[in-house]
């Protein structure tokens, strides 16, 4: 015969009280893993959602990034053409040429040698790009008897820059015999691609017809530099180097024209500063408004983050907050049932408590038969209330629904050392509830219960 | 003859709300082995008070208790127990058999905290005083299911297991019918025919009249102590 057995037997014969101090058990320590497991999982929940949105905040940023730099190339290469369109950079001319008369009529009148945009090219310039050779002048052309006053200009095409790479021509020589023209010449002569123009006497086939530009473009006439030098008596003269896309911005404009002046001494320099400017501005307008984008974009992504760490970090302390009231209370409600269920055992077993110290069982024997039974309960219910409590947790915490693995919610130590520890706790909470009743068990004076 | 038992001027007042009340006043009383020995006296006399002050259960608050040549109040709680278990057996009109044991865990129960002998002694001792009771068919029936006799046989083999030298029975015969009263009231005799110490505390004239000697008590003190013949 031993304790155990006693222990055993009594288990069996009330088995009310004992399931009953189990589930009390069960409940108590259920509740902790449960409200343990939630919180867990809301943490757990919390990293994944502001893990997604830090991904998508990037993704967005990264997008927002290619689209600035491929809206910032289409830009560029908008700018490059539309300044091809609205003329030249910076014009290279004689240095007699009078400005005013260019301006004002848009004459060019003094010559230099055709060789300086040769030299140019040949040079180590680095400031001026796309340069053209031009011969200019007012002359008038005629088709089917009618005559048109147009700007006749004689180019070779661009002369490319020898120290450079290759660069994509910005416009192409126009072949001898052939003539490019402006749209209001096609119109005021009723030309169309093949028909003759004549010039200076000279008939030439209409190679390409140029869209409306709204500038002087559109009374302009383009054919080979030589035959131009040839029909206006200039051979090996120029009028103007046109450079294209100096990069002359601001200060870098007394750059260019040191250096130009430099290597072609006898020229001066007319830049079409507020081109590049507005180009330059554009540019950087463009750049900044990139640059803001971005800026709004991560800044926009950050509050995003911002306010749902926010959100989250309410929602756990939220939780946190009541688990911290219920789960106590739950407990302390367990607690005392699990007390007043071994106060009722005890009051059920005076007589036996009383018979067995009579017949020489010790008071540590008695506390050892209460305890022992205490141990059970703790067990059981701690094991089956960890179990429950982390299915509930799973369950309620939207763990499954959100692809949470359990490993992921043991990633956390505390979790783990909690189930792991959850059995010895429930056996130290059953016996601190039912530590009293069992002391007084032990000190049940056995000759006052065999006197009743 | 060995003394088992020796009171000598025990006193115990029992303290409470309306008072003082002396349950045993300057009682002396010697048991030796093989005596059968019957305390009577009317209700609130001292006897169940005496009898609890004889087998170490309640500390007297004057005089010397000597059990087996040993004083078990001059022990510690827990030697005091080791000492009732190996020395001293009980039996109560009211059983106090634990109800979830079965006949013969009830036998054994004393070996728990006598461990004496070895379990498997222990355990035919066990089965052979629950024959000798008469018990064999009940042997691992609860007390729910047993007659009154037969718990009171029960608890008189209990008693009986660690092989006490001293037997204190209290009013054993008050809830039994005639027959099982004959019955148990023999067994007190037999054990003390075989060398123990056997003190009955009844009121039944009939059951005294099976002791070797009776005890008058009255307002806790000895008022007669005459040799009997046992019948």
Known sequence: ?????????????RKLNFVLTILSVTIAVGCLTGAQTLLRSDEVQTDDILAAKKTEVEA??????????????????????????????????????????????????????ESYVDKLAQSSVMTVNHLLPTVVKRVDVEHGGTKFDVVLQGTRGEVPILNRGQKKMLLAAVPPGSVVIGSEVQKKLGLKKADTLTILGEDFTVATINKPTGSIDDVTVWIDLKQAQKLLGMENLINTIFALECGCVGDRL??????????????????????????????????????????????????????????????????????GVLVPLVMLGCALWIGFLAFGNVRERQSEIGILRAIGLSSKQILTLFL???????????????????????????????????????????LKLLVILAPILAVVFSAIASWLPAMMAAKQDPAVVLQE | MTEILDLQKVCKTYRGRSGE?????????????????????????????????????????????????????????DAR????????????????????????????????????????????RARSLVVHFGLEDRIDHVPGELSSGERQRTALARALLNQPKLLLADEPTGNLDEENAELVL??????????????????????????????????????????????
């Open chain 2, 21 to 77: 009340v002396r349950a045993v006043d300057g009682v002396s009383l010697s048991l030796d082995a093989g005596e059968f020995v019957a305390v009577r006296g009317p209700s609130g006399c001292g006897k169940s008070t005496l009898l609890l002050l004889s087998g170490g259960l309640l500390a007297p608050d004057s005089g010397d208790v000597t059990v087996a040549g040993e004083e078990p109040y001059l022990m510690s709680t």
């Open chain 1, 1 to 13: 015969m031993s304790i155990t057995r006693l222990v055993f037997n009594e288990i069996r014969h």
């Open chain 2, 186 to 231: 023999t067994h007190l005799g037999e054990f003390a025919a075989s060398g123990g110490a056997v003190l009955l505390v009844t009121h039944d004239a009939s059951a005294a009249a099976r002791a070797s000697r009776t005890v008058f008590l009255d307002s806790g003190k000895v008022v007669t102590d005459d040799a009997a013949t046992a019948s």
């Open chain 2, 81 to 124: 127990s080791r000492f009732r278990a190996a020395n001293i057996g009980f039996v109560f009109q009211q059983f106090h058999l634990v109800p979830y044991l079965s006949v013969l865990e009830n036998v054994l129960a004393p070996s728990i905290a006598n461990k004496t002998a070895a379990a498997d002694e222990t355990l035919t």
């Open chain 1, 60 to 113: 967005a940023v990264a997008e927002r990034v290619k689209t600035v730099e491929e809206a910032g190339k289409a830009h560029q290469d908008f700018v490059r053409k539309e300044m091809l369109k609205l003329g030249f950079n910076i014009l290279i001319l004689p240095e007699e040429q009078d400005v005013s008369e260019l301006l004002l009529h848009g004459r060019l009148t003094a010559t230099m040698p």
């Open chain 1, 254 to 323: 007394a750059q260019i024209r040191a250096e130009v002046s430099a290597l072609l001494p006898g020229t001066q320099i007319v830049e079409e500063e507020a081109k590049a400017l507005t180009r330059a501005e554009s540019r950087a307008k463009a750049e900044e408004a990139a640059i803001q984008a971005l800026a709004d974009e991560k800044a926009a992504g950050e509050a995003t983050l911002r306010r749902t760490e926010e959100t989250r970090i309410d929602i756990e302390d939220r939780n946190a907050g009541l688990a």
């Open chain 1, 372 to 414: 022992s039974r205490t141990l059970l309960t703790g067990i059981v219910g701690g094991v089956v209330g960890c179990l429950l409590g982390l299915q509930f947790g799973l369950q309620f915490g939207a763990a499954e629904s959100l692809g949470i693995t359990v490993s992921r919610l043991f990633e956390d130590g505390d």
